[in-house]
């Protein structure tokens, strides 16, 4: 998957740009490990109440909804290998998933601007 580098505050996030449906379906599953500051950016075709699981994805994780301006609308928690669904507060365009416990952290919450969305040339598919 390519990549992109992305901002949040002083924080800096190398993202796996996750933006065709097969990348999507496919997200953090069967990864054992994640290094700090690395992730995985869902860009989804439409803005809408996306929905995210843990089925077959071995990290716990944190997600970070968006909407198409990068800023953040929810995040939620995430554990290994469950089915719940954990969904964005309202419409969402985006999904970034981090290590458990990255945004709280770093105190990072709603209304949050994640920086270097504006700058993605991704073709979503």
């Not at 700090?36 to 071995?58: A, D, I």
Request: charged share 25%; with cysteine; proline share 5%.
């Amino acid at each position: 998957m390519p990549q992109a580098e992305l901002t949040i505050g002083m924080y800096r996030i190398v993202a796996e740009v996750a933006a065709t449906q097969e990348d999507r379906m496919r997200g953090l599953m069967q990864r054992k490990s994640m290094p700090p500051s690395r992730g995985m950016l869902f860009v989804f075709t439409e803005q809408q109440r996306h929905c995210m699981w843990m089925k077959n994805t071995l990290l716990p994780l944190s997600v970070a909804f968006m909407d198409e301006s990068g800023r953040i609308l929810n995040v939620e928690d995430m554990q290994p290998q469950t089915e719940d669904s954990h969904c964005a507060a309202r419409p969402a365009r985006f999904a970034l998933e981090m290590n458990l416990g990255w945004f709280r952290e770093k105190g990072l919450s709603a209304g949050t601007k994640v920086g270097g969305i504006d700058r993605l040339a991704v073709q979503v598919r």
